[in-house]
């Protein structure tokens, strides 16, 4: 009974101790640098996604506003034709 004790304590301690040398050797690994740069990259990414839809909107705005003035225009260049 003794025995089964000793070696149930020496076990747990022994996989509490590879579970520490497992945690630093990742954490302190190119994986998880890695982890972090992609994390950082893909923040980047969605902020110039972000403002790259927005800029696409000026952009379909400011094509309205040009055609509707074209539009004004060629009503004005056809009206000074008919007179």
Not at 7 to 31: E, F, M, P, R
């Amino acid at each position: 009974m003794l025995a089964i004790f000793i070696w149930l304590i020496t076990t747990v301690i022994g996989c509490i101790i590879l579970y520490g040398i497992i945690q630093a050797a990742i954490n302190h690994s190119v994986i998880h640098s890695s982890s972090v740069e992609i994390s950082t990259s893909n923040s980047k990414l969605q902020r110039q996604q972000e403002m790259l839809v927005r800029e696409v909107e000026q952009l379909k705005d400011l094509h309205i506003e040009q055609n509707r003035l074209l539009r004004e225009l060629v009503q004005l260049h056809q009206q000074k034709d008919l007179s």
